[in-house]
């Protein structure tokens, strides 16, 4: 059921995410950051079962996320 949640979450995050780096003027190490590198590695932490891990890491970028939506913090 938390995996469940996890991907739920995961593609809420990352197509804000996908919406802000074509929205915004940010580098290329930023865009394949946000874009390929952190999906594949929380998609491989929860592979391996560290699924404890990989949450916190989505909470962090979610709420990063959602405080950088307009430019503000």
Not at 25 to 40: H, R
Not at 43 to 62: D, E, R, S, T, Y
């Amino acid at each position: 059921m938390i995996t469940i949640l996890f991907f739920i979450v995961m593609v809420g995050v990352f197509l804000k995410l996908i919406f802000f780096a074509a929205r915004g003027a940010w580098g290329l190490m930023k865009i394949l950051f946000s874009l390929i590198i952190l999906p594949f590695m929380l998609i491989g932490l929860v592979m391996k079962g560290l699924i404890a891990f990989a949450f916190p890491i989505l909470i962090i970028f979610g709420i990063y996320a959602l405080l950088h939506e307009n430019g503000t913090a």
